[in-house]
């Protein structure tokens, strides 16, 4: 079961708690688009884990895999529509991370089920 | 007598992939590191002066390509808890045992976040990046 989220709630959430709901987010984010894309290693903690060890450099690796899952998941519902993956990972080397979990979010919405 | 080269990188794509990023992992390490001096920063530790879990992963590969295993240890004894734990939790995750992998999961978690908390702390300074010769 993926639950659809408003991402405008989300980053206040995150604002407000100090980035404590951003780390929520992204975990059950990642763990939502692995579901969608039937793919069950793409899941929120490992990929939490490596950026925490990797000091946040795996973030940019996990931008890049978002845009592939989504446009898989896209690709098995016949609604594909573009591969957004390059986007993700140019936003996240700019420190624009927060902008990626805006857009995936949008994508899990339109998906979610 | 003639050679002829069968690899397909395509069709071996985790081999192919582990190959050139131990090659680049290697060039990275040992020429692009001593010859410009200019490594990859650590954001979290520019920023505040604090260890993040992952500092002192290069220095530990450094030493470790030096055979040196007791400094690679001091540098970061995280990872030599972490892969093993993480080659169990691939291993339970393939063979779809849910509850023990997600189990591992949690535990690699608790022990990354208390681990980044402890290395600050002037009692366990021990955790932090520590060279011994």
């Known amino acids: ?113 | 007598m003639h050679f002829k080269c069968t690899f397909d990188p395509k069709k071996h794509p985790i081999l192919s992939w582990g190959v050139s990023l131990g090659v680049g992992g290697l060039l990275y390490l040992k020429v692009w590191l001593p010859m410009t001096n200019i490594g990859i920063p650590c954001v979290f530790n520019e920023l505040t002066g604090f260890y993040c879990p992952g500092c002192g992963i290069t220095r530990a590969v450094l030493s470790l390509l030096r055979l040196d295993v007791i400094q690679a240890f001091r540098y970061n004894p995280l990872v030599f808890i972490l892969l093993p734990l993480y080659a169990m939790y691939f291993i339970t995750k393939k063979k779809k045992m849910p509850t023990l992998s997600n189990g591992i999961m949690a535990l690699m978690l608790i022990m990354t976040l208390a681990f980044g908390v402890l290395r600050n702390i002037p009692m366990f300074d021990f955790l932090a990046p520590t060279i011994i010769r």
């Open chain 1, 1 to 113: 079961m993926v639950i659809q989220r408003n991402p405008v709630v989300a980053i206040i959430l995150s604002f407000i708690t100090c980035g404590i709901y951003g780390i929520y987010w992204f975990i059950v984010l990642t763990t939502d688009i692995g579901k969608l894309s039937k793919d069950p290693s793409f899941t929120g903690g490992k990929h939490f884990l490596l950026s925490l060890i990797t000091c946040g450099i795996w973030s940019i690796v996990w931008a890049y895999q978002v845009g592939k899952q989504i446009s898989e998941a896209q690709k098995q519902r016949g609604i594909y529509e573009a591969d957004n993956s390059t986007l993700y990972l140019v936003l996240s080397i700019f420190g624009l991370g927060i902008v990626v979990y805006v857009l995936a979010q949008l994508e899990v919405n339109k998906l979610a089920f």
